[in-house]
């Protein structure tokens, strides 16, 4: 075995390539016998011995390399931190045989160890969007589109209130789950008779089909019960022509959506606004 030297690298001993040589030349041979003794087994110990011959000579030229390529000065090396700490990007070892740095260099406690920054750069702040005001919503208006968006409730309160502008004492009579109301109108400047109504109004919206003879039929059975000459049929939806004939002939005035429209366009501007807000279902 070669004598060290403090700081210097070891060169492996010559002798030892040549038992790396003789251990390789063992290594085959065992293996040829250990082949060979598949088929004969009276050569399994000879190959065996010379595999294990082999294998220690190889061993031990490997292990005396390594050791010669090592430092015995563990200070020659310069640490992996050493360079970061430095800045000067990551660190690399040295080449065989050469010191990294002299030996006896002083390290700083603030070089060996990376600490980091105790205040980090605050982002410059981004400016704000101007963010556009959103386009001045238009009030709700009458439109034939309103009556679709109302509540059977909202429906015949709207008709209530609009006899009631036409000056009219207003008595009401629901007609339950089957929608709609009866509408009974008192004259306010009738001398005799207030008990008695000076017509009737039948109110609902129809929804999705138009309003046809039919629907006019117990209008006209209510009024010839009351003896009543007059009667009105508001609804949302539209009259057929039969129906508009029919009503003609039997004194009905029909209010569709478009009737009922005109009639509001009558009113003034804080009755319509009124309406308007019965429509909506605000108090």
Not at 116 to 134: F, K, Q
């Amino acid at each position: 075995m070669a004598v060290r030297t403090p700081g210097r690298p070891v060169k492996p001993s010559p002798v030892y390539r040549y038992l790396f040589a003789i251990g390789l030349l063992a290594v085959a041979i065992g293996v040829t016998l250990l082949v060979m003794s598949m088929k004969e087994r009276v050569w399994l110990p000879a190959g065996a011995a010379a595999l294990l011959l082999g294998v220690v000579l190889v061993g031990s030229y490997l292990t005396d390399r390594l050791q010669a390529e090592a430092f015995v000065d563990p200070l020659a090396f310069e640490p992996p931190w050493s360079k970061l700490a430095r800045g000067a990007g990551p660190p690399r070892l040295p080449a065989p045989g050469k010191l990294a740095v002299a030996p006896g260099t002083a390290f700083s406690i603030d070089k060996l160890i990376d600490f980091p920054a105790t205040t980090a750069a605050s982002r410059p702040a981004r400016p704000a969007r101007s963010v556009p005001p959103p386009p001045p919503v238009a009030p709700p208006s009458w439109t034939p589109a309103l009556f679709d968006q109302v509540s059977a409730q909202q429906f015949d309160a709207v008709c209530e209130a609009l006899f009631a502008q036409g000056g009219f004492e207003t008595r009401s009579q629901s007609h339950g789950a089957a929608g709609g109301v009866t509408i009974w109108l008192y004259s306010r400047h009738a001398q005799q008779g207030k008990d008695s109504p000076a017509a009737v109004a039948w109110c609902k919206q129809w929804s999705g089909q138009p309003v046809g003879v039919r629907e006019l039929h117990p209008l006209l059975d209510l009024m010839r019960s009351r003896e009543l000459k007059r009667g009105t049929c508001a609804t949302s939806s539209i009259c057929s022509e039969n129906a508009r004939k029919f009503a003609k002939d039997n004194g009905i005035n029909l209010l569709d959506r478009n009737g009922l429209l005109a009639l509001i366009a009558g009113r003034t501007p804080a009755q319509q606004q009124a309406l308007l807000a019965l429509a909506l279902g605000k108090r």
